[in-house]
C-alpha cells in the first residue's frame, strides 16, 4: 500500500486546477494507495474537499510567507528574510507530519507548492511529483523545479512550450503527459433564455461569458476592453462574469470593475457556483483571454455544454480546441483578433451551432474520465 501526500499551496481556491486534483484523487484505487491532503491555511480549498467528504489538513503557513500576487517580491529585506524564516518552520512542521503518517510519495500541485516543501522532501529522501498545470517560463525557479523534482506530470503538452528544446530532452526520462478526464455526466444543459432570466439577463441579450478565477493572468482586462469596444457596434449584448477574485488581486479587479461602470455597457457578474451548468446554460459564447494556462477545465466544460469557445493560444489550449471548427484560437493579448473573433460568432449562427456541435463531440472523446483514471492509477503505481 502506497501513501501518498498531496499539498495544495492555494488554500482559498477551488477552480480549474483544485478540481482536477480532486478528481484525482478520488480517481486513486484505494486497494493501492492511501493519501492524505495538506494546504498552508483553512480556506476554499479546504472547504471544496470536505463538501466531497474528503479531509484536508491544515499546516500553517506563516503570514507574510502566504500570500499571492507577487506580494514577496515588494517586500523589505527584512520582510523577505522572515518569509525564508517562515518557510523553514512550514517545513519543520511538514517533515514531521511526513513522518507521523508514513508517506511514501510527495505530490505538488504547482511550483509554489513545490518550493515550499522540497526541503522536508529531500531531507527524508521521499519521492516526489510536480504536477505542472500552467505553462511555464524558463527562470531559476522553473529550472530549480525541473532539477530537484524526482517525477513531473504536464496537463498538456503545450505547458513547455516556452521551455528551450534541450532542457526539455535533458528531463524528458521523468515527464508524463496525463490529460485530465472529466465526468461529463454531471453537466446538464439548460433551457437558454429560461438560464437567462434566472441570472436577471433578457432573454434577448446576446451573452459574452466568463467563469472561473478572476485576476490578471487570465486575461480579464482584456476581455472588458474588448466587450466594452463591441458594445459600440451591438446594442444587444451583456457580458457575464461567474467567479470570485484570486488573493492579492483586488486592486486589479476594482480597476476592471470601474471600466464597465464608466462604458455604461450591461453586465452581472456573479460569485463562484458549485452548479457550473447553470452559469454556462446563459451563455451564448465562452470567451477564456489567458495570458498563461495549463489544460483549462472551463473551455472544455463549456465546449461539452456546447457553447461556442473563443479562447487564446496558451498553455494547452490547443490541444482542447485543435482547429477553428471545434472552437477559435486568438493570440494572447491581441485585443483586435478577439474583437473580430466575438463579431464573426456573433453574427453567424451556423457556425455557432457547428462549433457548438463539434466542440462537445470532440472533448467528451478525448477528455473522458476513464482513460484519466487508468492513467493516474499506472503513474503512482510505477513510481
Known amino acids: 500500500m502506497k501513501r501518498i501526500l498531496f499539498i495544495e499551496s492555494r488554500y482559498n481556491s477551488f477552480y480549474g486546477a483544485q478540481k482536477s486534483l480532486l478528481k484525482l484523487v478520488q480517481s486513486l484505487d484505494e486497494r493501492e494507495f492511501e493519501y492524505k491532503i495538506v494546504t498552508t491555511s483553512d480556506g476554499n480549498f479546504k472547504k471544496g474537499f470536505e463538501e466531497n467528504n474528503i479531509d484536508v489538513d491544515v499546516i500553517k503557513l506563516g503570514e507574510k510567507a502566504n500570500v499571492f500576487g507577487g506580494k ?28 507521523k503518517n508514513q ?12 518550493l515550499y516543501s522540497i526541503l522536508a522532501t529531500k531531507l527524508l529522501n521521499k519521492k516526489n511529483v510536480w504536477y505542472i498545470r500552467t505553462d511555464i517560463n524558463s527562470s531559476f525557479l522553473t529550472n530549480l523545479g525541473l532539477s530537484l523534482s524526482d517525477n513531473i506530470i504536464i496537463i498538456a503538452q503545450g505547458v513547455l512550450r516556452r521551455i ?14 496525463i490529460y485530465t478526464g472529466f465526468d461529463f455526466k454531471q453537466f446538464k444543459i439548460y433551457d437558454k433564455k429560461e438560464s437567462k432570466l434566472r441570472l436577471g439577463i433578457s432573454s434577448e ?40 477574485v484570486s488573493l492579492g488581486y483586488e486592486e486589479y479587479w476594482e480597476q476592471q470593475l470601474n471600466k464597465l461602470i464608466i462604458a455604461d455597457v450591461p453586465f452581472t457578474i456573479k460569485p463562484y457556483r458549485k452548479n457550473v451548468s447553470e ?4 451563455m451564448d459564447i465562452f470567451v477564456l483571454p489567458s495570458n498563461s494556462e495549463g489544460l483549462p477545465r472551463v473551455v472544455i ?13 496558451v498553455g494547452g489550449i490547443s490541444e482542447v480546441i485543435p482547429n477553428n471548427e471545434i472552437g477559435y484560437l486568438i493570440k494572447k493579448g491581441n485585443q483586435y483578433e478577439l474583437i473580430k473573433a466575438i463579431e464573426l460568432l456573433k453574427e453567424n449562427e451556423d457556425y455557432r451551432i457547428k462549433m457548438s456541435k463539434n466542440g462537445q463531440k470532440y472533448c467528451i472523446t478525448k477528455f473522458n474520465h476513464k482513460k484519466f483514471s487508468e492513467d493516474i492509477n499506472k503513474f503512482f503505481l510505477d513510481l
Open 279 to 282: 452559469g454556462y446554460s446563459a
Open 164 to 177: 528551450p528544446k534541450n532542457k526539455i530532452k535533458k528531463y524528458n526520462n521523468k515527464i508524463t503527459n
Open 103 to 114: 508517506i511514501d510519495i510527495i505530490y505538488v500541485n504547482d511550483l509554489r507548492a513545490f
Open 205 to 244: 441579450k446576446f451573452v459574452i461569458g466568463y467563469l472561473g478565477s478572476i485576476n490578471e493572468r487570465k486575461g480579464i482586462d482584456l476581455l472588458i476592453d474588448s466587450y466594452i469596444n463591441v458594445s459600440k457596434i451591438y446594442d444587444d449584448l451583456h457580458l457575464l462574469l461567474i467567479g470570485d
Open 301 to 313: 466544460e463549456a465546449m461539452a455544454h456546447k457553447i461556442p469557445v473563443i479562447a487564446t493560444d
Open 72 to 99: 514577496i517580491l515588494d517586500y523589505t529585506l527584512f520582510d523577505k528574510l522572515i518569509v525564508i524564516i517562515q518557510i523553514i518552520i512550514f517545513n519543520i512542521k511538514l517533515l514531521n507530519y511526513i513522518r
